[in-house]
């Protein structure tokens, strides 16, 4: 999409091997046809083979595009609960980078969206690189995802009762409003289990007892903390769950949440942490590493509510598994010879073992969209699980 006409020849794109994922002797060309309702290859020229989108792959791209430009607000939203929730409203830039795309920030974030707020974000030089710091506190975003579901439930309730008063022609008693800051999130005295999950008595009692433990917001000043306390733990748990909330399929590699662990005074076992509260976090083994996911916020393996931005990439995952066997293929132009047919030899260079990293890996990782790439590959999903 950045190049001129927004068409690449293959000659070009060989360049790129190393940043795409191609490995060995795996062919760019052989990548590209094996995902025909994506990309459209062509000849031009003497032997000069070029690509470019198809319409529909082009029109999810730009809506993508555009969703996130309408989205900017929301995603500085993000960013600066996410630096509220740090010890001293700082974090490092590569940091953010490595959990961008799990945020829904743009590649460029830091060349381009945090230059259009200057008054709310600050990159300063360290010893570590450059460094991401917040320049106003707000008040109103230190309300969490569970004080915020909360508040949800008591607004219906309150609608309920005021229209229950109005059929039978009673005044509604109207409650006067906690202090947003003063609400903490509720945690049930029965533990809600994955279903067939197992625990032993004396765990589960631990459990049910540690819900007592006193809340302390994550946005709370945690700097005079013990550690070692329940207390402690109960704010790194509140923590990730926030982290895990603004996450756009609210699931986060576990490696990747380690590296904050000064930023939000984690524990140097941040793994064992979130699999002794199976009640709030399920943890999978995917290849060699382990993901979190936020339970509350899945119905199985679906997502309760889905971001526009997942919704997006489903649909772009959509085409990218409707492989060689579509009749028919796009058609950018009347003029343009499709010369996919001539290059189905070239697919012998693709690895069939490695489609499960590829997809996976550059399209995106929702349940949905994953089932349906690993079905048209022939993957077998067989999970291995670890609470």
């Known amino acids: 999409m950045k190049q001129p006409g927004q068409v690449m020849s293959l000659r070009d794109l060989g360049k790129y091997r190393k ?28 032997n000069a083979k070029w690509f470019r989108f198809t319409k529909q792959a082009k029109a999810q791209y730009l809506e993508e595009l555009k969703l996130k430009e309408e989205m900017e607000e929301f995603l500085v939203t993000k ?9 001293d ?24 969206l945090l230059k259009n707020y200057p008054q709310f974000f600050r990159v300063a030089e360290s010893d570590m690189g ?9 008040p109103e975003l230190a309300v969490t995802a569970l004080e915020k579901a909360d508040q949800d439930k008591v607004k219906a309730r309150r609608e309920l009762e005021e229209d229950l008063a109005k059929s039978l022609g009673e005044e509604a008693v109207v409650e006067e409003d906690e202090d947003v800051l003063a609400r903490v999130p509720r945690f049930k005295k029965k533990l809600n289990l994955p279903k067939g999950y197992s625990l032993k008595k004396k765990d589960k009692e631990k459990l049910i007892k540690f819900q007592e433990v006193p809340v302390i917001s994550p946005y709370a000043d ?63 083994l995917k290849g060699t590493r382990d993901s979190v996911f936020l ?13 526009p931005l997942v919704l ?21 132009s009347d003029d343009d010879e499709d010369d996919l047919g001539d290059e189905e030899d070239d697919d012998d260079d693709w690895d069939d073992d490695e489609d499960e990293e590829f ?12 089932q349906r790439m690993l079905a048209v590959a022939n993957i077998d999903d067989t999970p291995r699980e670890r609470w």
């Open 19 to 46: 940043y795409i994922g191609l490995t060995g002797k795996r062919r760019c060309i052989a990548m590209l046809n094996r995902f025909p309702a994506v990309f459209q290859v062509y000849e031009e020229g003497v």
């Open 79 to 87: 960013l600066r609960k996410l630096l509220m929730m740090s010890i």
């Open 89 to 112: 409203q700082r974090i490092l830039v590569e940091k953010i980078n490595h959990i961008r795309r799990e945020l829904g920030l743009p590649d460029d974030f830091k060349t381009g």
């Open 130 to 138: 450059d460094v991401l710091e917040l320049t106003h506190w707000d």
């Open 222 to 284: 945690t700097t005079q903390l013990n550690p070692a306390t329940a207390e402690a733990e109960k704010h790194a748990m509140l923590v990730v769950h926030e982290l895990l909330s603004l996450t756009l399929e609210k699931k986060i590699l576990v490696d990747h949440l380690t590296h904050f662990r000064r930023d939000f005074q984690f524990s140097q076992r941040v793994r064992s942490l979130l699999i002794r509260h199976p009640e709030m976090f399920y943890v999978s």
């Open 295 to 307: 339970r509350d916020a899945y119905d199985n393996s679906e997502l309760k509510e889905k971001d």
């Open 312 to 332: 997006v990439k489903e649909r772009m995952a959509e085409l990218v598994a409707q492989g060689k066997k579509d009749e028919k293929l796009d058609e950018i």
């Open 359 to 370: 997809l996976a890996g550059k399209v995106g990782n929702s349940s949905l969209q994953r």
